[in-house]
C-alpha cells in the first residue's frame, strides 16, 4: 500500500508533483514571514521587492486553495492554514538543504582530483604548461597523468580511468567525443651526418616510404599520420614507445625519424637536428581533446579544456 492510498488519496493522474507543490522561493519566503510577522521584512531579507513578495504569496495561496498569511497595517499574521503549511514548508527546506549539501560534497569529491591521459607529444610538450595554469585556477586539484599512446588513451577513457584524454591520431576512437584544440604538423629529421642532410632536392615520398626508419610503436598518432600519408612503411629501423626516445635516436645517428614539430624545435634550431623536406605529401595532423561519449567534461576537466584552447599556439586553429 502505498502513502498516497494509506492517506485515503491518489494523486491525481498527468499531474506531475511540481506542478501542485510550490517551489521552494516561495517556500522560503514563506518561513521568512513566519519568522520575521513582516511581509515587507521577508521580502527585503531575500533580495526581493514587497510588491514581487506580496504576488509570490498571493500564487501560492491559489495553487495550494487556502490561504496563508493576513495582511493588515500592522504586519503579517499566518492564518491556522498557513502555520500548518509552514511547518510543512519547513521540513521540504531543511531535506532541500541537506539535498543541496550532498550534491556540494559530490562536487568537491569530483573537483580534488583530475585524472589526465595524453598521447606521448601532448604529453611531453604541451600539457606541463596548460597543468600550470590549471593549478593557477584549482590549487586543491590533484592531477595525476597517465601517458601512453593514442589507443592507450582510449582503452583509459573507455575504462573509466582517466576524465579526459589528448590523441593526436587521424581519427576519433570509437566511443568518444572530441574537440580540435591545435594543429601540428610532422617532419622528417636526421642528424647532421646523414647523407639526406646534404641532399639539394627534396625527398620523394616513395623514397620516405621505402627508408627503414626510427619510428613510434604501432598504436602511435604519429605512426599512423605518417602510414596513411604514405600508404605504408618499411620495416621500422627502431621501433620506440617514446618521442624522447625517437628524438634521442636521430640526434645520435642512428638514422632519420619523423616527429612532431612541437618536439624537435630546439634540436633543429641548435643544428643536432636537420630537416627533411618531402615532396607530394602533407604531413599536418589535429591533436584532439576526448572523452567518453555523451560525458561532456565538468569540473577540473572542463576548465582544462578550456586552457587547451585559450593557450593554443598562434597558427594553430581551436575548435
Known amino acids: 500500500m502505498t502513502g498516497a492510498e494509506g492517506n485515503g488519496r491518489q494523486r491525481p493522474p498527468g499531474v ?73 514548508a519547513r521540513r521540504v527546506v531543511e531535506a532541500a538543504e541537506a539535498f543541496d549539501a550532498g550534491a556540494q560534497a559530490l562536487r568537491d ?46 582503452e583509459r577513457l573507455l575504462a573509466d580511468e582517466a576524465d579526459l584524454g589528448f590523441v593526436e591520431g587521424l581519427s576519433v576512437p570509437s566511443g568518444l567525443d572530441s574537440a580540435v584544440i591545435a594543429r601540428d604538423r610532422l617532419v622528417v629529421v636526421t642528424a647532421p651526418g646523414h647523407p639526406w642532410a646534404r641532399r639539394r632536392r627534396p625527398l620523394a615520398a616513395g623514397e620516405l616510404a621505402a627508408t627503414p ?23 621500422p629501423l627502431i621501433e620506440l614507445s617514446s618521442t624522447t626516445a625517437v628524438k634521442a635516436s636521430a ?36 591533436l584532439r581533446a576526448v572523452w567518453p561519449t555523451g560525458h561532456r567534461p565538468s569540473g577540473p576537466a572542463r576548465d582544462l579544456l578550456s586552457l587547451t584552447r585559450s593557450r593554443a599556439r598562434p597558427g594553430n586553429s581551436a575548435g
Open 251 to 286: 640526434v645520435s645517428g642512428a638514422g632519420p625519424a619523423v616527429l612532431s614539430e612541437l618536439a624537435v624545435g630546439e634540436e633543429l634550431a641548435l643544428r643536432r637536428l636537420v630537416s627533411i623536406p618531402v615532396d607530394g605529401i602533407a604531413l599536418a595532423r589535429d
Open 109 to 154: 569529491r569530483r573537483d580534488s582530483r583530475l585524472r589526465v591521459a595524453a598521447s606521448m607529444t601532448i604529453a611531453e610538450y604541451l600539457l606541463p604548461g596548460w597543468l600550470i595554469a590549471l593549478r593557477g585556477r584549482r590549487p586543491d586539484t590533484a592531477v595525476s597523468l597517465l601517458a601512453g599512446n593514442s589507443a592507450a588513451v582510449a
Open 213 to 235: 626508419l626510427i619510428l613510434r610503436e604501432e598504436g602511435s598518432g604519429t605512426r599512423q599520420v605518417l602510414d596513411a600519408a604514405l600508404g605504408g612503411l618499411a620495416r
Open 16 to 88: 506531475p508533483l511540481a506542478h501542485r507543490v510550490p517551489d521552494l522561493g516561495a517556500l522560503e519566503l514563506l518561513l521568512a514571514v513566519a519568522r520575521l510577522g513582516s511581509l515587507g521584512g521577508a521580502a527585503r531579507e531575500l533580495g526581493i521587492t514587497q510588491p514581487a513578495a506580496s504576488s509570490r504569496i498571493r500564487s501560492m495561496e491559489r495553487q495550494l486553495g487556502v490561504a496563508l498569511v493576513d495582511r493588515s497595517p500592522r504586519g503579517s499574521r499566518l492564518t491556522d492554514a498557513g502555520a500548518l503549511v509552514t511547518d510543512w
